[in-house]
């Protein structure tokens, strides 16, 4: 009833918009609005368009076919109509015509063509507490996020743990198939992808009730980001860097199939760019906090039961109780949802790096845990720690042209920072703004054998993702690269426009705690940190260098640029 009525209004400005034009094609037969209307009247949409295409102002052409896609879905010439839309040159002129052609919200199309995890979310939901999915009223709910944890009914992030995984779910992890990126699929050192004809083709699919495609999702196989540049004469915005065919591997990631790196996708991308676009000075991160309560129990416990040596057998029940006393961890995202994939990313991410910290989960070769340097350590080490790890950026600076319109992102892309806080009787954490010896190591080790660890846990090389995504993003926002591209955002900087895939709210975490025996004491070891994203120093113009061989200058005009009128929105 909806397209029926829709198509009736259109129609009828046809009807009223012709009376009026006809009296102006007998007083000015040159005028191409009226010849425009009198084509539309006739039901030429060819000529109209041919027509309208001849108009040299861009906005005059602009509404002249916005004007005629809208004759064409007033027939039902959806295709047609939506081909004609592709032709306008201005992104806000074509967002109001696909919005005034009486379809569907934008944002609201159908579903992606990307993962199937139907199965593995049957699965989960019939295996794991079945009573307490929101299907059959329960508060949980599980959404096809593809990390390696996954948020019980409880809102508690949890690691996958795919060697104790049942038969049923390796049957199902076996059958998926890998998917090619077609044209994508093939390697590329430096792939190309435009951002305003990307926003455009997106929101032609969406206009026509289609979802991205797997190549847009996956950004055309783009596995790390190197490179902004600005073309302002074929008003392009290009994210650049390697990329080639992806497959889905452990962990439900979808990875490079030429070096197993994790690709740069395209939600992260739109949830990114809305956060550090939003203004200057904008971060996002995430936190995993222990509470007060929790502190409090876990030092008055550890204090009374230091007071007695363990006895032989029971070091594993006491660390449960130890744990259990500490209880579970608050999860806090800022800047951005905290249900979207990065956010998910950053927790996993910084939560698995606590373990590996703790000797809960192996490192590479150079990094030890901080429980094992302190055993061979004992005298650096104290009674009871409480340590602060976090994540933050970590790049070497970024190069610009003298033009700005070339930017290249060098560096390992994250690294680890270290403190070590007091833990008062009543569980309040004192921030000391220091780090003992053994601390700083650790964080060190990691963030110097960041790569490495990127390669054994693609969650590290994601969030490597993420901060490319965000140094990128900060500098479209702070050297105005959108406005030199003449691209407004209408539709990945809307929030009301595409629409991201939203998950289950995290709200906890279990405790991160470990103990050895240190010489003829005891070492516990709790700790807490987070993420924080924050590229606005390295975007301000004096910490960006300059291009002074002329390399990268170079690089930018060495690109050849599709057709501007056509599909194309990525190329090599």
């Not at 959806?78 to 696909?98: F, H, K, M, P, Q």
């Not at 944890?149 to 508690?156: A, W």
């Not at 676009?277 to 008055?300: H, N, S, W, Y």
């Not at 560096?411 to 010896?437: C, F, M, Q, W, Y």
Request: a negative charge; one cysteine or more.
């Amino acid at each position: 009833m909806l397209a029926a009525d829709a198509m009736g209004r259109v129609a009828l400005v046809g009807i009223l918009f012709l009376g009026v034009c006809t009296a102006g094609v007998a007083a000015e037969p040159n005028d191409v609005g009226a010849r425009v209307a009198a084509q539309l009247a006739a039901g030429e949409f060819a000529p109209a368009v041919d027509a309208a295409m001849a108009v040299q102002s861009i906005e005059r052409r602009d509404d002249l076919l916005a004007q005629i896609a809208a004759a064409q879905a007033g027939v039902g010439a959806a295709g047609a109509s939506l081909e004609t839309v592709a032709r306008i040159s201005d992104a806000d002129a074509r967002t109001r015509a696909l919005a005034g052609m009486g379809r569907a919200p934008i944002g609201q199309a159908g579903g992606r063509s990307m993962a199937d995890f139907d199965s593995l979310m049957q699965l989960i939901t019939s295996t794991i507490q079945p009573e307490s999915w929101e299907d059959v009223g329960g508060p949980g709910s599980v959404a096809p996020f593809a990390t390696g944890v996954y948020i019980d009914p409880q809102g508690t992030l949890q690691r996958l743990e795919f060697d104790q995984a049942d038969a049923r779910l390796t049957q199902l992890r076996a059958g998926r198939v890998r998917r090619l990126g077609g044209d994508a699929a093939r390697s590329s050192a430096l792939r190309m992808v435009s951002l305003p004809r990307l926003e455009k083709q997106l929101q032609l699919r969406a206009a026509a009730n289609r979802g991205p495609t797997e190549t847009m999702e996956m950004l055309a196989g783009l596995r790390r980001i190197e490179y902004v540049f600005v073309y302002p004469d074929t008003g392009d915005l290009v994210l650049a860097g390697p990329a080639g065919d992806w497959q889905q591997a452990d962990e439900n990631r979808i990875v490079s199939t030429e070096t197993g790196e994790p690709i740069v996708r395209l939600d992260d991308l739109v949830v990114v760019l809305r956060a550090m676009t939003t203004g200057r000075d904008m971060r996002f991160g995430c936190l995993i906090v222990p509470t007060q309560r929790g502190l409090e129990q876990f030092k008055a416990f550890a204090e009374e039961s230091s007071k007695t040596p363990l006895q032989r057998g029971t070091r594993n029940m006491w660390l449960a109780q130890l744990r259990d006393k500490l209880g579970k961890q608050d999860l806090e995202v800022y800047g951005i949802d905290p249900r979207t994939r990065v956010a998910g990313v950053m927790l996993e991410a910084d939560y698995r790096m606590k373990l590996v910290g703790m000797g809960l989960e192996p490192g590479v070769p150079g990094v030890e845990s901080y429980l094992d340097m302190a055993r061979r350590s004992p005298e650096a080490a104290g009674g009871m720690a409480v340590l602060r790890w976090w994540f933050t950026l970590n790049y070497d600076a970024v190069a610009a042209t003298g033009d700005r319109d070339a930017f290249a992102l060098r560096g390992p892309g994250a690294k680890v920072l270290s403190e070590n806080e007091l833990l008062e009787a009543d569980g309040n954490r004192i921030h000391t703004g220091k780090s003992d010896d053994l601390n700083r190591q650790f964080a060190a080790s990691f963030s110097q054998h960041f790569e490495d660890l990127c390669t054994v846990y693609p969650i590290y090389a994601e969030l490597r993702n993420i901060c490319d995504l965000a140094l990128a993003c900060a500098l479209i926002r702070e050297e105005s690269l959108d406005e030199a591209a003449g691209w407004t955002m209408p539709y990945l900087g809307n929030p009301q426009g595409y629409a991201v895939r939203l998950g289950p709210m995290p709200r906890q975490v279990d405790s991160v705690v470990n103990h050895r025996t240190v010489g003829r004491g005891e070492l516990i070891v709790g700790v807490s940190g987070g993420v924080r994203v924050d590229p606005n120093y390295l975007v301000q113009p004096s910490s960006i260098a300059a291009d002074r061989d002329g390399k990268l200058a170079s690089r930018r005009e060495a690109v050849d640029l599709p057709d501007p009128t056509g599909d194309a929105w990525w190329w090599d």
